[in-house]
């Protein structure tokens, strides 16, 4: 008996859960197929060598997955403009500069940069891309104290990574050392709050949905009219929570990886709301981006354990 659909083994191809999840597939199904034999193998995808961006959905093109925390950034257009989704770590400006470049033309200018939430993996190059392209960057307002590096709110929403090694390495620093360290990282000059309720800034036609947990303000962004959900570190397809899983890189869904979540009770409860989203398109943060039409259907079968519980 299958124990979410109630369906016996001997009749599985009934199964709607085990249907979709055979047809689920990633951005590239060939990808998917190499992941599936090569799991055991996969190696990341060595620096300065991804591919351009890639049309995932109906104006949102995925830049990535690169290098070993397999990082990906999304552009997102709107009419004549556009925006940029999280903005990889504080070396990558000119890896996404340059997809920018061959998509929208050298001298374009995002509307807006939008970031999931403010860990360095997606906030890294926030300043110097916003300084360059003379745009603001937004996020949740429970979002906007780590974006200012205030000390305080680090240790409030540290994970247990923070708490074990970051956060004894910051103190050991002194006050004014690390006052001086956290003033650099500070994103305070361009960011800006949003309200989630409000409608995305430069995305009309998208929605914020609260995914907080791996961060007090962490949110996910969603396109109703064909489902397209782009995730952060809400929801990943690299197995993160396993020793083996995160050496090897060995693709497949997850949440956030718990060693660097605030609080991983809230964090099933958001995986739990974005699988009710039953989305078409899964553009996570780390690792390749989900379509095909078991990718609801693969999604509530990973999120039923965390609703149950
Ligand atoms: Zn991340």
């Not at 925390?69 to 257009?77: H, L, P």
């Not at 360095?120 to 003379?134: E, F, I, K, T, V």
Request: hydrophobic share 40%; glycine share 10%.
């Amino acid at each position: 008996m299958c124990s979410r659909c109630w369906v016996s083994p001997g009749n599985a191809s009934s199964c709607e859960l085990r249907r979709g999840m055979r047809e689920q597939t990633w951005h590239d199904p060939a990808e998917y197929r190499a992941d599936r034999r090569m799991a055991g193998m996969t190696r990341p995808t060595p620096e300065g060598t991804s591919a351009a961006a890639r049309e995932i959905a109906a104006d949102v093109f995925c830049l990535g997955p690169w290098g070993r925390t397999q990082t990906d950034v999304y552009f997102v257009r709107s009419g004549s403009s556009w925006v940029l989704i999280d903005a990889g770590w504080a070396n990558d400006a000119s890896r996404i500069k340059r997809a920018a470049c061959s998509l929208f033309g050298a001298d374009s200018r995002p509307a807006a940069i939008l970031l999931t939430h403010c860990h360095p993996d997606h906030a890294g190059s926030a300043l110097s891309l916003a300084r360059d392209w003379g745009c603001a960057v937004y996020m949740h307002p429970d979002e906007l104290p780590l974006a200012t590096a205030d000390f305080a709110a680090i240790v409030a929403s540290a994970g247990p990574l923070d708490r074990w090694v970051v956060l004894p390495l910051m103190r050991a620093m002194g006050r004014r050392r690390r006052e001086a360290v956290l003033a650099r990282s500070s994103l305070g000059e361009v960011a800006r709050m949003f309200e989630p309720g409000a409608g995305v800034p430069g995305l009309p036609g998208w929605r914020c949905i609260p995914t907080p947990g791996h961060t007090p303000g962490h949110v996910s962004y969603f396109r109703p009219s064909d489902r397209v959900l782009i995730t952060g570190d809400a929801l990943v397809t690299l197995k993160v929570n396993s020793w083996s899983g995160l050496l090897l890189q060995r693709p497949g869904l997850s949440g956030p990886p718990w060693y660097t979540t605030w609080n991983r009770r809230a964090a099933k409860e958001s995986v739990g709301r974005l699988a009710c989203h039953e989305p078409s398109v899964l553009a996570v943060g780390h690792g390749r981006p989900m379509t095909g039409a078991g990718t609801a259907a693969a999604l509530s079968a990973y999120a039923a354990p965390a609703r149950e519980r």
